[in-house]
DNA sequence: ACCCAGGTGGCCC
DNA sequence: GGGCCACATGGG
């Protein structure tokens, strides 16, 4: 197990003989898991738009029932900003049915949508030339749109590097004792001053974590036979 | 029959 | 600011 840590997606604009880089906790777990697992290819969206609406659907709900739900979508052409701005709602709640939470998940895909076709023309090239801090704070203002929503649609439909804090995070975090005091942003500055700022980095290491989260210790708060166990 | 899933907002203190 | 709660389908 992960020997190969050379061979990774880390670029050439990294330091690590950077004093604050020697002892990074982050990064090691970084590279074992990229190791491990190899990369993920995440998101598994064909555009910008279906990682958006992927991003609310899946919302407390396993991935396999968003793939119906999008599916569903796109069987009726819908996967569209202007479309679905335009669909009634109940129309949209049948199709979204298998994720649950259709009801509060209808609203919100519709609010979203709103803010996409309203501020900017429902064109998702001019959400990518916007500012990410900003948009960011456009986004959190959006009923539906809380901080780990806003930042797996800047992170993985708008390639802007924020990276995403989830459930799988903080119990990996908490497990190995690495979990700060605070908030999302308390978590989520770690990773930003442990990491280069790398779209490809953060996509790929969200998306290990969360493919460590599934795989390993589901039920144990250790187990010897995860790949970071020995940290 | 449980428990969990690629969270969020509302309410209360 | 944090602690609970509802929201709901589908798979183990």
Same mark, same amino acid.
């Given at each position: 197990?992960?020997?190969?840590?050379?061979?990774?997606?880390?670029?050439?604009?990294?330091?690590?003989?950077?004093?604050?880089?020697?002892?990074?906790?982050?990064?090691?777990?970084?590279?074992?898991?990229?190791?491990?697992?190899?990369?993920?290819?995440?998101?598994?969206?064909?555009?910008?738009?279906?990682?958006?609406?992927?991003?609310?659907?899946?919302?407390?709900?396993?991935?396999?029932?968003?793939?119906?739900?999008?599916?569903?979508?796109?069987?009726?052409?819908?996967?569209?900003?202007?479309?679905?701005?335009? $669909?009634?709602?109940?129309? +949209?709640?049948? =199709?979204? #049915? *298998?994720?649950?939470?259709?009801?509060?998940? @209808?609203? /919100?895909?519709?609010?979203?949508?709103?803010?996409?076709?309203?501020?900017?023309?429902?064109?998702?090239?001019?959400?990518?030339?916007?500012?990410?801090?900003?948009?960011?704070?456009?986004?959190?203002?959006?009923?539906?749109?809380?901080?780990?929503? $806003?930042?797996?649609?800047? +992170?993985?439909? =708008?390639? #802007? *590097?924020?990276?995403?804090?989830?459930?799988? @995070?903080? /119990?990996?975090?908490?497990?190995?004792?690495?979990?700060?005091?605070?908030?999302?942003?308390?978590?989520?500055?770690?990773?930003?001053?442990?990491?280069?700022?790398?779209?490809?980095?953060?996509?790929?290491?969200?998306?290990?974590?969360?493919?460590?989260?599934?795989?390993?210790?589901?039920?144990?708060?250790?187990? *010897?036979?995860?790949?970071?166990?020995?940290?």
């Amino acid at each position: 197990m992960c020997r190969t840590l050379t061979a990774l997606p880390v670029p050439s604009t990294y330091h690590p003989e950077k004093p604050k880089m020697f002892n990074n906790p982050l990064l090691k777990i970084y590279r074992l898991l990229y190791s491990h697992f190899g990369p993920q290819n995440w998101w598994p969206a064909q555009s910008a738009f279906e990682v958006i609406v992927g991003a609310v659907l899946t919302q407390n709900t396993s991935w396999r029932n968003v793939e119906k739900a999008i599916e569903n979508l796109k069987r009726k052409n819908l996967l569209d900003p202007i479309k679905i701005h335009k $669909a009634k709602r109940r129309t +949209l709640l049948k =199709l979204i #049915k *298998p994720v649950g939470y259709y009801n509060i998940k @209808t609203e /919100r895909l519709k609010e979203l949508v709103k803010f996409i076709v309203e501020k900017y023309d429902g064109d998702i090239s001019l959400l990518k030339k916007k500012a990410g801090e900003e948009l960011r704070n456009e986004l959190l203002k959006v009923k539906g749109v809380g901080k780990e929503t $806003a930042d797996s649609i800047l +992170l993985y439909a =708008l390639n #802007k *590097p924020f990276f995403v804090v989830d459930g799988y @995070t903080k /119990r990996m975090l908490a497990r190995h004792h690495l979990l700060p005091e605070g908030n999302y942003d308390t978590i989520q500055e770690m990773f930003h001053k442990s990491l280069p700022r790398d779209v490809k980095i953060y996509n790929e290491y969200h998306a290990l974590i969360v493919r460590l989260g599934k795989t390993y210790c589901q039920n144990r708060p250790k187990c *010897p036979d995860c790949p970071i166990f020995h940290i």
